[in-house]
């Protein structure tokens, strides 16, 4: 079980780290590398929310509203953010290269935070079974 959640998980992240490296080659120019993170991150989980209820923990509850699951799957992800989100600013600031290509920052950022989010979404949010009527 945890195999397939995991593989799922990964699904949905790779989906959002297009949305989330697409969203800020989009803004970069006029946000500037980090206002334009923010913004893209932002997005990016709203788009991995939307895909890890429905379809990696998609047997598992969080026994609350969508919009109460959201707001707690948001802050969650700010501790994986926060991993993510200093990864990238490190690279973008010490590395010229990482400016010209920053999609490489974005990649290792979301690498760096990938376990603590599968970890705190599946043991805290996503811990009740479905009850199926």
Not at 38 to 64: D, I, P, Y
Not at 109 to 115: E, F, K, L, R
Request: with cysteine; charged share 15%; glycine share 8%.
């Amino acid at each position: 079980m945890v195999k397939k959640e995991l593989l799922r998980f990964a699904i949905a992240g790779t989906v959002g780290f297009v949305v989330d490296a697409g969203v800020l080659y989009l803004v970069k120019d006029n946000l500037g590398y980090y206002l334009g993170r923010a913004l893209s991150f932002f997005l990016a989980v709203f788009c991995t929310w939307l895909l890890n209820r429905q379809f990696t923990f998609h047997e598992k509850a969080s026994g609350v509203s969508p919009v109460l699951e959201f707001i707690r799957y948001f802050w969650l992800m700010l501790g994986g953010g926060a991993i993510n989100y200093l990864t990238y600013a490190a690279l973008i600031h010490w590395f010229f290269y990482m400016q010209k290509y920053p999609v490489w920052a974005v990649a290792a950022g979301s690498v760096a935070s990938m376990t603590i989010n599968f970890l705190s979404l599946k043991y805290v949010l996503y811990s009740k079974q479905k009850k199926h009527t």
